[in-house]
């Protein structure tokens, strides 16, 4: 598959991330009146911690998965077309858009491909490659505490918190744990999210035992500088 080809379809499929502050934005033309222009894909947004807005190259190393989330467009059952990078077409499309001066950093994603451990490494191997004297961070659920994530052990039991942290102590990161909470103004949006999240007969259970409109919810800020 040519490089075009691959790059439409994993810009795409990494839109409905959104994460940042302009994904998944309405496509407007400045030409023709307004202010600004954007894509629905490809580049999105984000604030430096001094103020400055940058862009981003928004794309995913690969839409292929070997999990089946009911909620996301690229699950094993997902009837989507698929496409793969390899760590060398990331970084070499994000220098080219760098020295065209179209971006100024690089937003990675991906589905998991083989494990999560293989997956990681090809995109640490981008991150190695771009990066030398960056730190770079990934937040990752901790399935290990919070009420969150014994939900998420339940609807994940293949999950493996030990084998989790042995990968990343492997590769040299470090860990800060974080506590955060799911806060909700009402009981009904709160099972509106639950449900998009995980099955509905472990929801059921869910919204049985728990009261509220919110939970708590822990991860891991997994960190490593690059020399
Ligand atoms: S693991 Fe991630 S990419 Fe794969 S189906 Fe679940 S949410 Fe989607």
Partial sequence: MELQQKLEILADAAKYDASCASSGGERRDS??????????????HAYTPDGRCISLLKILLTNHCVFDCHYCINRRSSNVQRARFTPDEVVRLTLDFYKRNFIEGLFLSSGIIQSPDYTM????????????????FVIDNDA??????????????????????????RQGWSRDRIDMRWAFGSRADFEAV??????QTLVDG????????GVD???SLWWRTFA
């Fill in 31 to 44: 030409r023709k009146g307004g202010i600004g222009s954007s894509g629905g894909s490809g580049i999105c």
């Fill in 121 to 136: 490494e090809q995109v640490v191997e981008v991150a190695r490659v771009l990066r030398p004297g960056g730190t770079a």
């Fill in 144 to 169: 290990t505490r919070s009420t969150f994530g014994g939900w998420f052990r339940q609807a994940m039991p293949s999950h493996d918190p030990v084998a989790v942290e042995r990968f990343w102590a």
């Fill in 194 to 199: 639950l449900r998009i999240e995980f099955s």
């Fill in 206 to 213: 869910i919204l049985a035992d728990h009261q509220g409109t």
């Fill in 217 to 219: 919810y822990a991860v």
